[in-house]
């Protein structure tokens, strides 16, 4: 138990400061009572936790005021450790500084009634509220910087847990016993269905946005999943089916429990490549996407059929735009003739003139299926990735 020294009191302030000393453990219980009253998170917490540190700060308040001279140093220790006490208590840091407050306003309105008692003047009591709020607001701001470090360290170790645990289920490097264990710690549906997903921020949608969009904030309602950073995109689970849709790339992997999403995050994350090379938002599973996977993948191949398709069109200078355009209308309408040459305002001989002096320069025949399947790849390649041909 903390208690002051017993000198004998020499002036009208020391003498106010030695009774309220003496009233330091009755000062605590009522300032407790104050922060249990109007915070739930200092209610939850029993009262032995909370009493002796801040009978600590009412002692090395008050005795700070007596004796500006003594050991400051201490006092200082003594105000950051009660700010760390209370950020691993899970008390905010708004939440404490109105605690400090109300045992400030505890100790000051004892301050006047023990001068009543004494027949202590009013100067004095003056006195000794300007240097209770001089002192309180070094107390404050000592408890403040160690309740905001102690808040970033606890963010830091919570988000490498909760990146790892991420990590470990998406990679599947964790037992299934592991992941229950874990998993129960951010409340998620053990049993539950779950898809896979990888998003990629954007400068107007932030990953705090995507998070909300998701289900997988902090503090945003029931959790429905969990994601962390990875490689700049935000990566991680949630529950089937996906709820909501968001504007920036995401690949959506297929449904499976928490011990079995590795497989679905690999095609989650092949699903954001194509949707990002295609520039394309919002949800994309895999099975969307037809052969375009294989076509933004195999980079050689593509390489190869643009040489041979599109390469012999483009030597040909200022055509080449039209007959390209031509064909790419033609591949989008399904072959249809007639459409083709009714969206492009032309005659349909015009359209079969073009056609075949395409065939001409690729050496390609538009009816036969194989010829027609490296057609569209080499469309679909030019269209995706102009940028990687040298």
Request: proline share 5%.
């Amino acid at each position: 138990m903390l208690s002051s020294d017993t000198r004998e009191a020499t002036t009208p302030l020391e003498r106010q400061v030695g009774a309220l000393l003496a009233r330091a453990e009755s000062l605590a219980e009522r300032a407790v009572d104050g922060f249990q009253e109007m915070f739930p998170s200092y209610a939850r917490h029993d009262r032995a936790a909370l009493t002796p540190v801040v009978l600590r700060n009412t002692i090395s308040l008050l005795e700070s005021i007596r004796d500006p001279a003594h050991d400051s140093a201490t006092d200082l220790a003594f105000y950051r450790e009660s700010g760390e006490r209370r950020a691993r208590m899970g008390i905010t840091s708004d939440e404490m500084l109105h605690a400090w407050r109300i045992g400030m306003k505890v100790t000051r309105e004892q301050a006047y009634a023990t001068a009543a008692e004494l027949g202590i003047g009013d100067d004095v009591v003056l006195q000794f509220v300007e240097a209770l709020l001089c002192t309180g607001d070094v107390g404050m701001l000592e408890s403040a910087s160690a309740h905001r470090e102690t808040e970033l360290e606890l963010a830091r170790h919570e988000e490498h847990h909760r990146a790892n645990l991420v990590r470990g289920i998406l990679f599947g490097t964790l037992a299934p016993a592991a992941i229950r264990v874990q998993a129960a710690t951010y409340d998620l549906d053990t049993p539950g269905t779950y898809c896979a997903i990888r998003a990629r921020p954007t400068p107007e949608i932030s990953v705090r946005a995507l998070e909300y969009q998701l289900g997988v904030a902090d503090g945003a309602g029931p959790r429905r999943g969990l994601a962390a950073l990875l490689d700049g995109d935000l990566a991680g689970f949630v529950l089937f089916p996906l709820r909501g849709s968001v504007a920036v790339p995401l690949g959506l992997g297929p449904p499976a429990t928490l011990d079995g999403l590795e497989n679905s995050f690999r095609l989650a994350t092949r699903a954001l490549e194509v949707a990002t090379a295609a520039e394309l938002t919002g949800a994309v599973a895999i099975d969307e996407l037809g052969l375009l996977p294989a076509v933004i993948a195999d980079r050689d191949v593509g390489d190869e059929i643009l040489r041979r398709i599109i390469d012999p069109v483009l030597a040909q200078g200022k055509p080449a735009v039209t007959l390209l355009e031509t064909v790419a209308r033609y591949l989008e309408n399904d072959l249809r003739l007639e459409l083709t040459a009714e969206q492009m305002f032309l005659h349909v001989n015009t359209v079969r003139y073009r056609l075949r002096r395409f065939e001409e320069l690729t050496g390609t025949n538009l009816r036969h299926v194989d010829d027609l399947v490296q057609v569209w790849w080499a469309f679909r390649r030019r269209s995706i990735r102009p940028t990687e041909r040298p």
